[in-house]
Nanobody, 123 residues
Framework: QVQLTESGGGLVQAGGSLRLSCAAS????????MGWFRQAPGKEREFVAA????????RYSDSVKGRFTITRDNAKNTVDLQMNSLEPEDTAVYYC????????????????WGQGTQVTVSS
């Protein structure tokens, strides 16, 4: 069984930065695509970013492109999301996500989810 644990959320002013981290345990970490999704109050969960199994390819939603950066460290079983130039519209619960078999970047969610971490951006 795969377990994903997010950390790094919090309250930040608009224009500020936060770094989210996701630690994975259980089945082999390094073999599949990882990603981040978010869900704002009253809205559906949406894709934010994804990174391929070796970290050579990334994909971002248009709303965060140029501001967020996803990275992974397969030796440490972690995937991070560096968020810069944060906007109030980025306020949401952020979820770490892992695919069971897919290795390339994709905006579709994978099989495993973390519990989520709250990010609040004040104006």
């Amino acid at each position: 069984q795969v377990q994903l644990t997010e950390s790094g959320g919090g309250l930040v002013q608009a224009g500020g930065s936060l770094r989210l981290s996701c630690a994975a345990s259980g089945h082999t970490f390094s073999t599949t695509t990882m990603g981040w999704f978010r869900q704002a109050p009253g809205k559906e969960r949406e894709f934010v970013a994804a990174i391929s199994w070796r970290g050579l390819s990334t994909r971002y939603s248009d709303s965060v492109k140029g501001r967020f950066t996803i990275t992974r460290d397969n030796a440490k079983n972690t995937v991070d999301l560096q968020m810069n130039s944060l906007e109030p519209e980025d306020t949401a619960v952020y979820y770490c996500n892992k695919h069971r078999t897919i290795r390339t970047t994709t905006s579709t969610p994978g099989d495993y989810w973390g519990q989520g971490t709250q990010v609040t951006v004040s104006s």
